[in-house]
């Protein structure tokens, strides 16, 4: 999860869906781009990404 926040009318959530590069603010429907580290939740140490991007790959 991660903290977004929409620019345009600057309301912040923590957002938890799975949409890759966008969601909707929930109080105006804007559409928000979600930041970078959400697209790839695996990345938390350099560590983990190589081992769970492996991982991934067979989907
Ligand atoms: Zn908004």
Redesign the pocket.
């Known amino acids: 999860m991660v903290m977004i926040k929409?620019q345009?009318?600057?309301?912040e959530w923590d957002y938890k869906g799975m949409a890759p590069f966008y969601t909707s603010?929930p109080?105006?429907?804007?559409r928000?781009k979600i930041p970078e580290s959400t697209k790839d939740p695996w990345v938390i140490t350099d560590e983990e990404i190589i081992g769970k991007k492996e991982e991934k790959e067979e989907e």
């Open positions: 929409c345009h009318c600057e309301y603010c109080r105006c429907l804007y928000v």
